[in-house]
């Protein structure tokens, strides 16, 4: 099974930017659709932003014009500019993809957005 590794997570000051960065165990030119969500204390799951399996990318209707998906198949990594960042962006943000039908997801990184 892929495995997903995440970096760039921390602590920032409201209308900073942070990149997180996420590493996969195989070739993302190979994988379907992959992308981010993210998780707050007490509240649903979240997708973020994503690459379709048409190549198109979905953006969150909170995050539009502020976040920007990319993705580097040369290094297999797929990675979230996160600019102008406000405290209701504080969660857990986790790498997802679709590996042969499943959801594969990465462990986590932690963004804490200050006031």
């Known amino acids: 099974q892929v495995q997903l590794v995440e970096s760039g997570g921390g602590l920032v000051q409201a209308g900073g930017s942070l990149r997180l960065s996420c590493a996969a165990s195989?070739?993302?030119?190979?994988?379907?659709?992959m992308g981010w969500y993210r998780q707050a204390p007490g509240k649903q799951r979240e997708l973020v932003a994503a690459?379709?399996?048409?190549?198109?990318?979905n953006y969150a209707d909170s995050v539009k014009g502020r976040f920007t998906i990319s993705r580097d198949n040369a290094k297999n990594t797929v990675n979230l500019q996160m600019n102008n960042l406000k405290p209701g962006d504080t969660a857990v943000y986790l790498c997802?993809?679709?590996?042969?039908?499943?959801?594969?997801w990465g462990q986590g990184t932690q963004v804490t957005v200050s006031s």
């Open positions: 997802w993809c679709r590996w042969h039908g499943l959801d594969v």
């Open positions: 690459f379709s399996s048409g190549g198109s990318t």
């Open positions: 195989e070739s993302t030119f190979r994988l379907n659709a």
